[in-house]
């Protein structure tokens, strides 16, 4: 793969990002644009009226300005209609592209690392404010600890080293020289080797637990929880834009305590913490469960998980968190003394979600136009265009979204107005489609005058099919007293759609009762329509391996819900009592 570097497509839409980010074939340059074709329009549906909003526009005046403006020529520049693939045809290939509509990402000169644009980093900065309140009222107080980790402490805990060492990078120098005979080269000085490697931060649990020791020495210290929000890397092979990249940002959270009761429930209280803020703010719903023994984080006792279904019906594994048991207590001595005097080594749990999350919004959300974003994460909920002729319009059109800005600035709605002459009302359109705008506010003069305005959704609940008219998608909002509530009722809405739809596509393709033969039949020939297979099962790394080497589906989870539907039950695959209900699902 090409690790080179070039200049960002932006204005195709249509780029390819770097083989070294995406698996697909190894080309000369990062970026491939292929054939334009045209995109089919953006696709709305109609709305019904609600207070403060007005019957359907059958031709808004924002409607006519539009195809004035189109015809006239409002503007020399227009979006590019270069073609996306589609979900049915490529899914890979539609992820990235979305991608890049949506500016979120484009690869790096280093191999398997992204650059994170600002679209993307405001998506990801939206959600960890989020996140980190959420953790806070858990009881967890921020802390940073170094990104170098001495590998003397990788070592201590023999589980845990195993499970990362292939994916470690390391220092092993602490500066670089001029190489003899060779002017311009650099080179690592021969005498700057370290005496003791340091290792990139894969994760941080052997750092912390080394300072835990050093923190925590009585009953009165516990428990004791922090979180820590940082960049990790784990040197990938086959890497996938905020999937699975060699360096990715996250948050990780790490606690102590007295008893193994307390740690337990405190894990699962955390994952939780993840699957409603997954649900409210992502529309996201997701399976919470148990990971088998094979699938569990090295060097823990226990590991839940939440796990999303995409689109094409793989699973996504959404968030992370692990009862670790005594394991790491033990590897670096961090004992408390209790109110007897006795000295016991304390319990512990880490638990995590990364930039991960983004990449199942993508997934989940978006569709064959381009980026979907639920109004809670959006970086911009609303998006406000101008639309005008001749420049004696112009003035009051632009005072009239100016005051539409700073009304709804002041109800903490995140709004931009589009005010650009170098483009049509038509390519805005388009591109504030593809960069996933919940909402769109059109402002003609006609709506000045009339004191309103015309909006259209993103996404819409669609009664005769996808194929709905543009106008027939648009609904008119009276600009009154109730204009602010108006447009948050709109945001809702688009809200609670989303998860409508994640869940409805969730619970109508959970397969149940079906026959190990038949269902690596289906996991072979699946074309985009993957399921979450819940069978029983006996817990067997053996057996477990064998399924994944015959059809590549993997145990995802045991869920929590259906648990006691194995009761008397026998293996799907083995014929023997079943110990578990497990989902089986192809996997990211």
């Known amino acids: 793969s090409s690790s080179s570097s070039t200049a960002f497509l932006a204005p195709t839409f249509a780029p390819r990002l770097a083989s070294s980010l995406f698996p697909i074939r190894a080309h000369a340059s990062p970026f491939l644009p292929r054939l334009a074709r045209p995109l089919p329009p953006p696709r709305h549906a109609p709305r019904r009226g609600r207070a403060a909003v007005t019957a359907k526009v059958d031709a808004s005046s924002a409607a006519k300005e539009v195809a004035k403006g189109d015809e006239a020529g409002a503007g020399s520049a227009d979006s590019s209609t270069s073609a996306m693939a589609t979900r049915k045809e490529n899914y890979s290939q539609w992820y990235l592209d979305v991608i890049a509509g949506g500016d979120l990402c484009e690869s790096s000169p280093v191999k398997g690392c992204m650059i994170i644009r600002p679209n993307g980093m405001a998506l990801w900065e939206i959600m960890r404010e989020g996140l980190d309140k959420r953790i806070k009222r858990l009881g967890a107080k921020n802390v940073y600890f170094p990104l170098f980790i001495p590998q003397s402490f990788l070592s201590k805990e023999a589980e845990h080293v195993d499970g990362f060492a292939k994916e470690c990078a390391v220092v092993t120098h602490h500066r670089l020289r001029a190489k003899p005979g060779e002017p311009g080269v650099l080179e690592p000085d021969p005498d700057a080797k370290l005496e003791d490697p340091l290792v990139v931060r894969p994760t941080s649990e052997t750092v912390i637990w080394n300072t835990f020791g050093r923190w925590i020495q009585s009953y009165r210290d516990l428990p004791m929880l922090v979180n820590q929000w940082a960049n990790v890397v784990r040197w990938e092979m086959r890497t996938r834009p905020f999937l699975r990249t060699s360096e990715f940002f996250w948050q990780e959270g790490h606690t102590a305590h007295a008893t193994a009761e307390e740690a337990l429930a405190l894990s699962k209280k955390a994952l939780d913490l993840y699957a409603t803020f997954c649900e409210e703010h992502l529309s996201l719903p997701v399976v919470k469960g148990v990971k088998s023994p094979t699938e569990r984080f090295a060097g823990a006792e226990e590991t839940f998980t939440i796990e999303a279904r995409m689109q094409n019906g793989w699973a996504l594994q959404s968030g992370t968190s692990h009862f670790l048991g005594q394991n790491f207590a033990r590897a670096f001595d961090v004992r408390y003394q209790k109110d007897n005097g006795d000295r016991e ?226 293996c799907f695959f083995s014929g023997e009592p079943a110990t578990h209900m497990a989902i089986f699902a192809r996997s990211y």
């Open 345 to 570: 080594l304390v319990w512990a749990t880490s638990w995590g979600v990364s930039t991960r999350l983004i990449g199942a919004l993508i997934m989940s959300h978006s569709d064959d136009t381009g980026l979907v974003l639920p109004p809670k994460v959006a970086p911009i909920q609303v998006v406000i265009v101008t639309i005008w002729r001749r420049n004696s319009e112009r003035e009051a059109v632009e005072a009239y979204a100016a005051e539409l800005q700073k009304r709804l600035l002041k109800i903490d709605v995140r709004v931009e107005v589009d005010n650009r002459d170098n483009m049509r009302p038509g390519a805005k359109y388009f591109e504030w489609e593809r960069k996933g705008v919940p909402l769109r506010i059109e402002v003609g003069p006609r709506d000045v005058k009339q004191g309103r305005v015309v909006c259209a959704r993103r996404v819409f609940e669609s009664a005769g099919g996808e194929e709905t008219a543009r106008n027939d998608a648009k609904i008119g909002i009276d600009v009154n007293d109730a204009f602010e509530g108006a447009v948050e009722s709109e945001l809702g809405t688009i809200q609670n759609l989303l998860l409508t739809r994640a869940k409805e596509r969730l619970e109508s393709n959970i397969c149940r009762g079906i026959a190990y033969e038949e269902m690596k039949n289906e996991v072979v020939e699946s074309k985009g329509e993957g399921k979450f297979y819940l069978v029983p099962w006996k817990c067997d790394a053996v057996n477990e391996k064998q399924i994944k080497e015959d059809c590549k589906a993997t145990i995802r989870c045991y869920p929590f819900e259906f648990q006691s539907e194995c009761e008397g039950a026998k």
